[in-house]
């Protein structure tokens, strides 16, 4: 494993070995001496960053993300920039659909992952966990800040376009500041939100 780590340290512009010497070394079981969740962290965003670029390659950003993403190694604050950034810079690239499977299906994970902690925060007022709101399907806010005798002079202060042509009628989700909500044509999007 050391050598691994070595051959990718020597060579750090090839995208599949980087790829599979990160996921090998997160393979290990937890506590193993040669688990290294930074080593494998820092491969993968250097590809992911290398392969941003206009000339970059799709696929190889795609399957960065994927792994980073598989193996939990970013944080929730990271996540919404970095999923963002990835749909921004595919753009009008035609990756292999496969790695555009693989992608959302990580961050599909990922969300369900950090989600897993939904019975114990479903006391917080703030977040809307579920289509229900919480596990108790409320369907409403406890939040007083906006009541009956406010709620008319509520005014928009930004709107979010997906790029997506029709309606989006769907129930976002909010934890931690972020918002997550998803398209007809099977898009995610995460924002990011104060308030």
């Known amino acids: 494993m050391l050598a691994l780590k070595q ?23 937890p506590g193993h001496e040669l688990r290294d969740a930074e080593f494998a962290r820092r491969v993968l965003m250097d590809q992911a960053a290398r392969a941003r670029h206009p000339e970059g390659d799709a696929n190889d950003l795609l399957m960065a993300v994927y792994y980073l993403l598989h193996h939990q190694l970013i944080s929730r604050g990271d996540f919404a920039g970095l999923a963002n950034e990835t749909i921004a810079a595919v753009g009008d690239r035609t990756p292999d659909p496969a790695a555009v499977r693989d992608f959302l299906e990580a961050a ?10 939904i019975m114990a925060e479903d006391e917080d007022p703030a977040a809307w966990l579920t289509y229900g709101k919480n596990v108790s399907g409320w369907r409403y806010s406890e939040l007083s800040r906006i009541n009956t005798s406010n709620v008319s002079q509520l005014a928009p202060k930004w709107i979010f376009r997906s790029g997506v042509p029709g309606k989006m009628e769907v ?7 972020l918002m997550y909500v998803t398209d ?6 995460v924002l990011q939100y104060e308030g």
Do not use: E, S
Request: aromatic share 8%.
């Open 184 to 189: 007809w044509n099977g898009g995610m999007h």
């Open 108 to 117: 599909h994970n990922y969300c369900i992952w950090q989600a897993g902690d």
């Open 171 to 177: 129930t976002p989700l909010v934890k931690d500041g």
């Open 7 to 29: 051959a990718v340290a020597d060579d750090p512009g090839d995208p599949v070995f980087g790829r599979l010497a990160a996921d090998a070394v997160m393979r290990l079981p």
